[in-house]
């Protein structure tokens, strides 16, 4: 039997559209001699639909691209995709995360998924319910009946010793042992995470070893709001070795033969990309998507000359392409000569047109307005302020007069403690380094100027060779020149000190007592959770932050901001 793994990339509620797309891989497939197309988990819908699973004009509309689907598809071939199916008893939840099994003429439910995340940025327990079967198709093709272990995403993730923290509930691969499938398919919609493409390997070959046989896993790619999915799917043998192996960051379709599985299309290089090409190409395939699916053409952002900004402005170009992406350069009396050449610079490696507005007579009139309620002028933090809002307010207007995506340019180490202004650096519609902490773009800066980036460099439209960040930049103290001679290190721990605490504070859990008891200073402990919780509403306000890492400040951080 030859498969064919459609690594799609779905708009969210687009049902006719997504359909259009299925039905194109599976006419493509078909010229390739497939007999089964296998797609991501709800590939109708797109992952997640959230509160657009409730909605009863689009639960019809996926009836009918079904039907449409069972109509158009190919003689011969049959296609395993991911659906939401209701369960008709008027019960909440009413609907199953379900597979269907599409075929010239007809459809039928095949599979419905047994474990529900509801952690972190999943919540299909509000949605769903949980199956309590294991599922076996059998499939009659090339002579043969192949019996097809079925399984859906979180059925996967079962083996403690890789996954400690598994869902509790049963395992979906044990109870396939007894009914001994010929091949264990997985569908997907698993987004990025560090180093989640190598544990979705062993996840894989783990199930291969307990079944004995091969397992197929199918990942959606592309980015939907904050959450960016990688792709990457690929079949594990029964031993766990990798046969096949699809594209990251974009779409892929494979060909998998069961019988001989160098007659398909995958016989690619199974290692993964390095992990900064893989955190690069993530990062622009979500800004692109984001942009592309809320209908924007263009981009515009902030460029002050630091590294943060640097970073957004080429994954920017990457992703848009450098002609759709602007720069406004908005200096102030306390910007350094060396910021504004830095950030001209930068833009004529990259490409992309800047303009440059100085916001002296703006802080001035400020001044002057603000002199008479205060009964004197604005000073200290209230002035540093004002200039972030100066410039945040001449970036809005000019998006808005554009129609451009402003994007915002904070990390996450500055979001975490609340080393920004809301309604002034904050504004944007998209945080595009926000789950990065800033010893993460330092190194990932590093190795986009590196010769170990040329292949990557050369690929998303760069040069491949030189500088392309710029060592003036990377080299430069962090520092938001909102006063004379001002440094991140006045108001903030170095980075390098910082980050670890705020990883082991926001990913870990951990208190100020267990990181005392690690070695940390007492004094620092406290003062670095103090300023996490005082910046919770700034962070309630903050443009989607694309998620990168375990925990990012988006839809799966559900903090009080009132509270101890």
Same mark, same amino acid.
């Given at each position: 039997?030859?498969?064919?793994?459609?690594?799609?990339?779905?708009?969210? !509620?687009?049902?006719?559209?997504?359909?259009?797309?299925?039905?194109?891989?599976?006419?493509?497939?078909?010229?390739?001699?497939?007999?089964?197309?296998? +797609?991501?988990? #709800?590939?109708?819908?797109?992952?997640?639909?959230?509160?657009?699973?409730?909605?009863?004009?689009?639960?019809?509309?996926?009836?009918?691209?079904?039907?449409?689907?069972?109509?158009?598809?190919?003689?011969?071939?049959?296609?395993?995709?991911?659906?939401? $199916?209701?369960?008709?008893?008027?019960?909440?939840?009413?609907? @199953?995360?379900?597979?269907?099994?599409?075929?010239?003429?007809?459809?039928?439910?095949?599979?419905?998924?047994?474990?529900?995340?509801?952690?972190?940025?999943?919540?299909?327990?509000?949605?769903?319910?949980?199956?309590?079967?294991?599922?076996?198709?059998?499939?009659?093709?090339?002579?043969?009946?192949?019996?097809? !272990?079925?399984? *859906?995403?979180?059925?996967?993730?079962?083996?403690?010793?890789?996954?400690?923290?598994?869902?509790?509930?049963?395992?979906?691969?044990? $109870?396939?042992?007894?009914?001994?499938?010929?091949?264990?398919?997985?569908?997907?919609?698993?987004?990025?995470?560090?180093?989640?493409?190598? #544990?979705?390997?062993?996840?894989?070959?783990?199930?291969?070893?307990?079944?004995?046989?091969?397992?197929?896993?199918?990942?959606?790619?592309?980015?939907?709001?904050?959450?960016?999915?990688?792709?990457?799917?690929?079949?594990?043998?029964?031993?766990?070795?990798?046969?096949?192996?699809?594209?990251?960051?974009?779409?892929?379709?494979?060909?998998?033969?069961?019988?001989?599985?160098?007659?398909?299309?995958?016989?690619?290089?199974?290692?993964?990309?390095?992990?900064?090409?893989? #955190?690069?190409?993530?990062?622009?395939?979500?800004?692109?998507?984001?942009?592309?699916?809320?209908?924007?053409?263009?981009?515009?952002?902030?460029?002050?000359?630091?590294?943060?900004?640097?970073?957004?402005?080429? *994954?920017?170009?990457?992703?848009?392409?450098?002609?759709?992406?602007?720069?406004?350069?908005?200096?102030?009396?306390?910007?350094?000569?060396?910021?504004?050449?830095?950030?001209?610079?930068?833009?004529?490696?990259?490409?992309? +047109?800047?303009?440059?507005?100085?916001?002296?007579?703006?802080?001035?009139? @400020?001044?002057?307005?603000?002199?008479?309620?205060?009964?004197?002028?604005?000073?200290?933090?209230?002035?540093?302020?004002?200039?972030?809002?100066?410039?945040?307010?001449?970036?809005?207007?000019?998006?808005?007069?554009? !129609?451009?995506?402003?994007?915002?340019?904070?990390?996450?180490?500055?979001?975490?403690?609340?080393?920004?202004?809301?309604?002034?650096?904050?504004?944007?519609?998209?945080?595009?380094?926000?789950?990065?902490?800033?010893?993460?773009?330092?190194?990932?800066?590093?190795?986009?100027?590196?010769?170990?980036?040329?292949?990557?460099?050369?690929?998303?439209?760069?040069?491949?060779?030189?500088?392309?960040?710029?060592?003036?930049?990377?080299?430069?103290?962090?520092?938001?020149?909102?006063?004379?001679?001002?440094?991140?290190?006045?108001?903030?721990?170095?980075?390098?000190?910082?980050?670890?605490?705020?990883?082991?504070?926001?990913?870990?859990?951990?208190?100020?007592?267990?990181?005392?008891?690690? !070695?940390?200073?007492?004094?620092?402990?406290?003062?670095?959770?103090?300023?996490?919780?005082?910046?919770?509403?700034?962070?309630?306000?903050?443009?989607?932050?694309?998620?990168?890492?375990?925990?990012?400040?988006?839809?799966?951080?559900?903090?009080?901001?009132?509270?101890?």
């Amino acid at each position: 039997m030859r498969l064919a793994l459609a690594q799609i990339n779905p708009l969210v !509620g687009d049902l006719a559209g997504n359909g259009a797309q299925l039905l194109a891989a599976c006419q493509a497939a078909a010229l390739q001699g497939a007999d089964l197309v296998v +797609a991501p988990e #709800l590939a109708l819908w797109g992952y997640p639909p959230r509160d657009l699973l409730l909605r009863p004009a689009l639960r019809q509309r996926q009836q009918e691209v079904l039907e449409r689907l069972a109509s158009d598809l190919p003689e011969g071939l049959a296609l395993l995709l991911g659906v939401s $199916e209701p369960a008709g008893d008027g019960q909440q939840p009413d609907l @199953f995360n379900s597979a269907a099994l599409v075929e010239h003429g007809d459809w039928r439910i095949v599979a419905r998924k047994r474990l529900l995340p509801s952690y972190d940025v999943f919540d299909e327990q509000r949605y769903f319910r949980p199956a309590d079967e294991p599922y076996l198709l059998e499939l009659e093709r090339g002579g043969q009946c192949w019996r097809l !272990g079925l399984t *859906i995403c979180e059925d996967l993730w079962v083996e403690e010793e890789l996954y400690p923290q598994r869902l509790l509930g049963a395992d979906p691969v044990a $109870e396939l042992q007894t009914l001994q499938p010929d091949l264990l398919i997985n569908l997907s919609a698993s987004p990025f995470g560090d180093g989640k493409a190598q #544990l979705r390997r062993e996840l894989a070959a783990a199930a291969a070893r307990r079944l004995h046989c091969p397992v197929v896993y199918v990942n959606q790619v592309g980015g939907n709001d904050e959450l960016v999915f990688d792709g990457g799917s690929f079949v594990a043998a029964a031993s766990g070795r990798i046969q096949c192996q699809l594209a990251f960051a974009t779409p892929d379709l494979g060909i998998w033969d069961t019988t001989t599985p160098a007659r398909g299309s995958c016989d690619r290089a199974a290692a993964l990309p390095d992990p900064n090409e893989l #955190l690069l190409r993530t990062l622009v395939l979500g800004v692109r998507d984001y942009a592309r699916k809320c209908g924007f053409g263009k981009a515009l952002l902030g460029l002050s000359g630091g590294i943060d900004s640097a970073l957004v402005a080429a *994954i920017a170009a990457a992703a848009l392409g450098p002609d759709n992406v602007k720069a406004l350069l908005m200096p102030s009396p306390w910007s350094s000569p060396g910021s504004i050449n830095d950030s001209l610079a930068l833009a004529n490696r990259l490409g992309i +047109a800047t303009h440059t507005v100085p916001i002296e007579a703006l802080m001035t009139s @400020f001044d002057t307005a603000l002199t008479p309620p205060l009964s004197a002028v604005p000073e200290g933090l209230t002035a540093e302020n004002l200039q972030s809002r100066i410039r945040g307010t001449l970036l809005m207007a000019v998006a808005n007069q554009q !129609g451009q995506l402003l994007l915002a340019t904070g990390n996450k180490s500055e979001l975490a403690v609340g080393y920004c202004t809301l309604y002034g650096d904050m504004n944007g519609g998209l945080a595009v380094i926000g789950d990065l902490y800033k010893t993460g773009v330092f190194s990932l800066c590093a190795w986009l100027d590196s010769p170990q980036a040329t292949h990557c460099r050369q690929d998303l439209g760069f040069p491949p060779n030189g500088e392309l960040i710029g060592l003036a930049i990377r080299d430069k103290p962090p520092s938001a020149e909102l006063r004379p001679d001002q440094q991140d290190s006045d108001s903030l721990p170095d980075y390098a000190v910082l980050d670890p605490v705020l990883q082991a504070l926001l990913e870990e859990h951990q208190s100020p007592e267990e990181l005392v008891t690690s !070695g940390v200073d007492r004094a620092m402990a406290d003062r670095v959770m103090q300023l996490l919780r005082r910046a919770e509403f700034k962070r309630r306000q903050a443009p989607p932050v694309l998620k990168l890492g375990q925990r990012s400040f988006g839809s799966g951080w559900r903090m009080p901001i009132a509270a101890a």
